[in-house]
């Protein structure tokens, strides 16, 4: 067999959408996934709002949507709100399916465990080494030390009742939960009439969790909503960065090929959404014409650069919504939020806030003490905090 062009290490969201658009737009292109697992994507549901992708990216992304949805809701303790912004929902089994259907069983390899990757090489357990002209890290979180991050965990239970649950569009965020915890929200998909994704979320200053205990809240949660009696169809579980602070030069210090997903810091500061961020980076792959690793860490580390200097707007705000509040009244910088018309919201979750947006984001009273906003607001970004 031939050396091919290029080696994507990893079939995780990032790793996977990389290769469909080489597989749809550049059957030129001679690649393999690596994937130590033998499925992709593995237990995992991602989420994205119609106005995150491009136009060019629909096409590989939208066939792996488990649902769509034409509006969305949330609920605060004093504000709710029905947006028209539509949402949309892809599945790790939609991604599976895709990807064995879109891209030639020559181009991939399941059960292919990485050890090592280089510039010119990936070694796989047991000592093989496959060789290429390039090599892109796509194989999920790496090292975050150099960050300043609080964490978003989450438990998350897709459930299968006896009767309709009655609930018609997602519920994006229900806050008006227990929030002795820190802020929290419950995040409801209904994917049928009687089949929903329940999952209860948190953002702390530390990842750890316990699952049992978040399992019994979306038990209360259920419960409280008399949606009645369900089986457990799955379960998933996760914790994502969320980003106040730091060095992305960090992530990118110690890598001598191009990095892709959490690893190369491609994540919404605030929400820690990727696909948008997988989706834009596998059409900007598809586009060159040099796959050396050379000339991707360039490109990719480029990006991650780029992407990290524009969003420093959500990371102050991460400082405002962690440290300017005591846990319980978290919630109320996310609610002081809301109060602004949808494409303002749009933009937010899109990394795409404008200036104009930014000061209205700003305006009005503070929903949280006026003197720790001012010292969030003013704190620069640095290393991250003990």
């Known amino acids: 067999m031939a050396a091919p062009r290029l080696i994507i290490a990893g079939g995780g969201l990032s790793g996977c959408l990389a290769a469909l658009s080489l597989a749809r737009t550049r059957p030129d292109v001679d690649f393999l996934l690596l994937e130590g697992a033998d499925r992709f994507g593995g237990n995992h549901t991602w989420s994205y709002f119609d106005a995150d992708l491009e136009a060019a990216a629909r096409p590989i992304v939208e066939p792996l949507r488990a649902a769509h949805w034409d509006s969305h809701e949330i609920r605060f303790p004093r504000r709710r709100r029905i947006l028209s912004t539509g949402y949309n929902s892809v599945s790790a089994e939609r991604l599976d399916s895709a990807m064995r259907a879109g891209v030639p069983a020559r181009s991939f390899r399941l059960g292919a465990r990485i050890e090592a990757v280089a510039p010119d090489a990936v070694t796989l357990a047991g000592g093989a080494r496959i060789e290429a002209d390039g090599v892109i890290d796509a194989r999920g979180p790496t090292d975050f030390s150099a960050l300043d991050l609080g964490w978003q965990y989450f438990l998350g239970r897709e459930l299968r009742f006896t009767r309709p649950h009655g609930l018609g569009r997602p519920i994006i965020m ?209 290393q991250p905090t003990a």
């Open 174 to 382: 229900d806050a008006t939960v227990d929030q002795q915890d820190g802020y929290r929200f419950v995040y409801c998909l209904p994917f049928s009439a009687t089949e929903m994704l329940v999952e209860d979320t948190y953002y702390r200053l530390t990842p750890e969790f316990d699952v049992a205990v978040l399992g019994a809240r979306i038990d209360a949660y259920v419960e409280a909503y008399g949606w009645g009696a369900s089986t457990l169809v799955r379960e998933e579980h996760g914790v994502l960065p969320v980003a106040m602070g730091g060095d992305v030069e960090a992530l990118w210090a110690g890598a001598s090929v191009a990095q892709l997903g959490l690893r190369g810091g491609f994540f919404h500061p605030t929400t820690g959404y990727s696909l948008p961020d997988a989706a834009r980076n596998a059409l900007l792959l598809a586009e060159q014409q040099d796959f050396g690793s050379a000339a991707l860490r360039h490109l990719f580390h480029g990006e991650a650069r780029r992407v990290w200097r524009e969003r420093g707007f959500y990371r102050l705000l991460n400082r405002m919504l962690f440290r300017a509040a005591p846990g319980p009244e978290r919630y109320r910088v996310l609610e002081h939020f809301y109060r602004l018309a949808e494409p303002v919201v749009e933009r937010f979750y899109a990394g795409r806030t404008t200036v104009v947006d930014k000061a209205r984001i700003l305006s009005g009273r503070p929903p949280v003490r006026i003197g720790r906003a001012i010292s969030a607001l003013a704190n620069k970004e640095g």
